[in-house]
DNA sequence: TTAAAGCTTCCCATAATGGCAAGGTCAAGG
DNA sequence: CCTTGACCTTGCCATTATGGGAAGCTTTAA
């Protein structure tokens, strides 16, 4: 048993983001001490880092929540975490073309900018009118705020079917 | 002159972001009628539509800032605008390469997954104990929440040195 | 005993966008 | 002249995941 700040030190996740997965329902509340203290087992550790590795490789908050949930049910259906892989895999290569496209876009306007003291420039004469050549299908994000929204998040998680039972 | 919904429509700018845009000052404050209703000339709706474009390459509201600058400056080098435009590239490919270094490593994962009915899942043993050959560099994103980080942002912009003047 | 380090909760901020609500305005039609 | 509907205004809330900081209590080491 130890503190949050241990926990932490252990599982690489930031003894705030801690208390903020308890607070949204990602980890179960932990087991205070009479003065109030979070305590953590070395179970509790090892969602910890679960969820941090999930983090890493992309995952939101909330398919991290339906990730716990298979990882803790033994009936499982390997399938099913497969399909929930892939289906963020196919959010991260979408991600990519997208930002594959701006950058292609760019450096080719970029390219064609003598990039020295004078004042005219391709890459403004664009912004300011677009020329169909450089048009690609940077446009019209369709339903990508900045990056980090591939799932509209339902409103509170309350899964906590971590560890802790 | 014309009210902020046919801007809108006329810029492909969401009469929301018009809106915001002003208050951060992105754009100067638009001339009101008397009854509050703001005025937009198509000088103004030229400027939305290079802040539209900017934003769809990706381009941050800061960056912007310093584009719109550049864009009124007669006197600027492209120089300036080329190297505000390939660092924002160089933001795109790093953040691409973060992103294709996850989908590899799902995908390397889930090629090892049976996705069947039986629970012994490769993806799910992964993240309970990342094993090394899938750890390339997944880990730690440095300085990166989940995307479009790439400018900190000062504090309120105020550049506002876009059209009426 | 005291100081430092750690914990708690609460509030604020981020980037860019949308949504909703209450209320004023304007134009067209009766 | 009045109503209706479309449009505008402001303001507040929500989003995602994360960090910062303050005020106050606890624990620990000296």
Redesign the pocket.
């Known amino acids: 048993m130890?503190?949050?700040?241990?926990?932490?030190k252990f599982s690489g996740v930031?003894?705030?983001?801690i208390?903020?997965?308890e607070q949204i329902g990602l980890i179960p509340k932990?087991i205070?001490?009479?003065?109030?203290?979070?305590h953590y087992s070395s179970l509790d550790v090892h969602s910890l880092r679960f969820i941090r590795r999930a983090?890493d490789l992309g995952?939101?908050?909330?398919?991290i929540s339906e990730l716990l949930v298979l990882w803790c049910d033994r009936d499982r259906a390997s399938g099913d975490v497969k399909a929930l892989a892939l289906s963020h895999v196919a959010g991260l290569r979408a991600k990519i073309a997208e930002l594959q496209a701006m950058a292609q876009t760019l450096e080719h306007l970029a390219d064609h900018c003598h990039g020295n003291e004078r004042p005219d420039c391709p890459i403004l004469a664009d912004l300011a009118e677009p020329t169909a050549a450089a048009q690609q299908r940077s446009q019209a994000p369709l339903r990508t705020?900045?990056f980090?929204?591939d799932?509209?998040?339902?409103?509170?998680i309350r899964a906590a079917t971590a560890t802790r039972s």
Do not use: L
């Not at 130890?2 to 932490?8: E, F, P």
């Open positions: 130890m503190n949050i700040g241990q926990a932490a930031s003894a705030k983001m208390r903020y997965y932990a205070r001490s009479d003065a109030g203290y979070r983090r995952f939101s908050v909330e398919q705020p900045r980090g929204g799932t509209p998040a339902s409103s509170r």
